[in-house]
Nanobody
Framework: QVQLVESGGGLVQAGGSLRLSCAASGNMFSINAMAWYRQPPGKQHELIASITVNGNTNYADAVKGRFTISRDNAKNTLYLQMNSLKPEDTAVYYC?????????????????WGQGTQVTVSS
């Protein structure tokens, strides 16, 4: 099982940028697909970006063109570069590990979340 710790959140003005990191423990990181989710205030978790073992990426329409997911298997770290941030991007951001089945990302442990990292975008 991969244990994950998110970091890099903070308070930023609209139009600004942040880079989130997700540090993974263990030696299974490189063989897992990975993803970023977020949970806006009062709402459910939503999948916003995912990346395959080989580095192929997918994005939710809400973040496409503004966010970039990447991974460094040598450092066991997942990243999310967020540019042109909007107030509606305010949420707690989480990473997790999973796999793709027929092109759809499924987390290994659905409903299991780490501590996340808070991103707040002011207008």
């Amino acid at each position: 099982q991969v244990q994950l710790v998110e970091s890099g959140g903070g308070l930023v003005q609209a139009g600004g940028s942040l880079r989130l990191s997700c540090a993974a423990s263990g030696n299974m990181f490189s063989i897992n697909a990975m993803a970023w989710y977020r949970q806006p205030p009062g709402k459910q978790h939503e999948l916003i970006a995912s990346i395959t073992v080989n580095g192929n990426t997918n994005y939710a329409d809400a973040v496409k063109g503004r966010f970039t997911i990447s991974r460094d298997n040598a450092k066991n770290t997942l990243y999310l570069q967020m540019n042109s941030l909007k107030p509606e991007d305010t949420a707690v951001y989480y990473c997790n590990s999973g796999a793709f089945y027929s092109g759809t990302y499924f987390p290994h442990f659905a409903g299991v979340w780490g501590q996340g990292t808070q991103v707040t975008v002011s207008s």
